[in-house]
């Protein structure tokens, strides 16, 4: 006979992490939930800003070139246009619902832009870790377009977007884009109409975190505030819901590498001696060519 499958284990919410008004690149104002010094690192996960905004003068002037190297960039737009161009001589356009997941890995310089000079801005970046084995292979990326994002809606009229990982919705399995990954991410956007709710399978050993989109998601039952990461307690699966309104929310989880992290800026390494080769590296104008 076949075993009787376990009650799901749900996940709560551990830690509340209020998001820090900050600014980045040339001045662009955001929200800072990881990364700031409430919650400088949820392993693999090293930063989750928040840019939203309708005036211009708080991101025309973009990020303008600038280095990486040691993890990955992932911005997800929402709202407004991008354009993207690197040292590689990549250049793309961010649109809204459009990604890109950039392995700046042994080091990259790129620049993202607005491609508009009015109108509203919104959109995450996440910075995700790379295992030490993989931070000074060949960058890469992937531009990913609103298409090319998997999307379904139930019965209920909950909406889900996969970016990275697998999940299912009214009976149909979705499995995103990018492409596999040694933290094996989970990056879920599900929105939510008033009263309803949603159920994603969590591997016990991930960590986890929801960030709101729009409204108050509902985790075991506790209210998320606006600009306020969850860190998710332990279990195997998570129930989102909507209360008397319809909210959106984040779902991103991922393997911790459980390795020693050193970082300085945009320089992610294992150890002060590889961060002190990229500042090396950089100065001589030797970081997109450095490997091994």
Do not use: C
Not at 18 to 32: C, E, F, K
Not at 180 to 192: E, G
Request: glycine fraction near 12%; charged fraction near 20%; proline fraction near 9%.
């Amino acid at each position: 006979m076949p075993h009787p499958q376990a009650p799901a284990r749900w996940r709560g919410i551990a830690r509340r992490v209020p998001g820090q008004a900050t600014s980045d690149g040339a001045g662009v104002r955001l929200t800072r939930s990881l990364g700031s010094r409430a919650l400088l690192q949820l392993d693999p996960f090293l930063l989750l800003d928040e840019f939203r905004n309708d005036d211009p003068q708080a991101y025309i002037a973009g990020f303008p070139p600038h280095p990486h190297r040691g993890f990955e960039t992932v911005t997800y737009m929402l709202a407004g246009h991008m354009r993207h161009e690197d040292s590689m001589g990549n250049t793309g356009h961010l649109g809204p619902g459009a990604v890109q997941w950039m392995s700046a890995a042994s080091g990259i310089i790129h620049s993202e832009m607005p491609e508009q000079e009015d109108g509203l801005l919104w959109g995450f970046q996440l910075w995700v870790n790379l295992p030490a084995a993989e931070k000074m292979a060949a960058p890469r990326y992937q531009d990913i377009p609103a298409e090319g994002i998997p999307e379904g809606v139930d019965e209920a009229g909950v909406r889900l977007r996969v970016i990275a990982g697998r999940s299912e919705i009214g009976g149909r399995p979705l499995r995103g884009p990018v492409q596999p990954r040694a933290s094996q991410p989970l990056y879920l956007d599900i929105s939510l109409p008033a009263g309803t709710a949603f159920e994603q399978q969590l591997p016990a050993a991930h960590n986890a975190l929801v960030y709101p989109v729009e409204g108050a998601p509902l985790i075991a039952g506790e209210a998320l505030a606006e600009k306020t990461l969850a860190v998710l307690g332990e279990g195997d699966a998570l129930r989102i819901a909507a209360g008397d309104a319809a909210a959106r929310a984040l779902l991103i989880a991922g393997q911790p590498l459980g390795e020693p992290i050193s970082r300085y800026g945009p320089f992610v390494m294992n150890s002060h001696e590889e961060i002190q080769r990229a500042l090396d590296d950089y100065r001589r104008g030797e970081l997109v060519q450095a490997r091994g």
